[in-house]
């Protein structure tokens, strides 16, 4: 089986999901037609990559988000210098 590539609308990057090919995407789109929750309709995907059908937030972006906040945010403005 052949894992689908769902592109991330927070880094617009493809993100592949283990474990959903494109039948189980059209199960998927069904499913969530008919108002089933994502977690019924596909319990073996890990909640990282379920998050990408509801959110379209890859789980690399939820870490970055509400992960940890190791970057530092020390980039300095170009100064301007007024003569
Ligand atoms: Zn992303």
């Known amino acids: 089986m052949q894992n689908i590539k769902i592109t991330c609308t927070c880094c617009k990057k493809p993100v592949e999901i283990p474990g959903v090919d494109a039948e189980k995407l059209e199960a998927i789109q ?28 890859c789980p690399t972006c939820w870490d970055n ?8 945010e020390s980039i300095k403005d170009s100064t301007m210098e007024l003569a």
């Open 65 to 72: 988000m509400f992960g940890s906040d190791e970057e530092e």
């Open 30 to 57: 069904v499913g969530r037609s008919m108002g089933m929750s994502i977690q019924s309709i596909i319990p073996e995907v890990s909640p990282d990559y379920r998050e990408i059908f509801i959110s379209g937030i």
